[in-house]
């Protein structure tokens, strides 16, 4: 079983900045992918961003690539998603998912709000 916290979020108004961390259990983190989605309700989870093993593997959804870095600090056990230039419609719980071989494991997410 893999234990994924998230923390990091808050209120912020548009433009401004925010760091999310996750930290994942494991002593093979170096080999899960990890990967940031959101949710707002009403509607679906959608996927925002997500690393590989290497740091040159990322993904971004079209919505938040140039402002939303995902990163990871293998050594403890954490990825990071770096967020700038928040707008409105970034407002969401944020989750982290982290995937070793064969499954998936979420956090029980935080919260974004960025107001206008």
């Known amino acids: 079983q893999v234990q994924v916290v998230e923390s990091g979020g808050g209120l912020v108004q548009a433009g401004g900045s925010l760091r999310l961390s996750c930290a994942a259990s494991?002593?093979?983190?170096?080999?899960?992918?990890m990967a940031w989605f959101r949710q707002v309700p009403g509607k679906e989870r959608e996927f925002v961003a997500s690393?590989?093993?290497?740091?040159?593997?990322?993904l971004y959804a079209d919505s938040v690539k140039g402002r939303f870095t995902i990163s990871r600090d293998n050594a403890n056990n954490t990825v990071y998603l770096q967020m700038n230039s928040l707008k409105p419609e970034d407002t969401a719980v944020y989750y982290c998912?982290?995937?070793?071989?064969?499954?998936?494991?979420w956090g029980q997410g935080t919260q974004v709000t960025v107001s206008s």
């Open positions: 690393i590989g093993w290497s740091d040159r593997s990322r």
């Open positions: 494991g002593r093979t983190f170096n080999k899960y992918i």
């Open positions: 998912n982290a995937r070793p071989q064969g499954t998936e494991y």
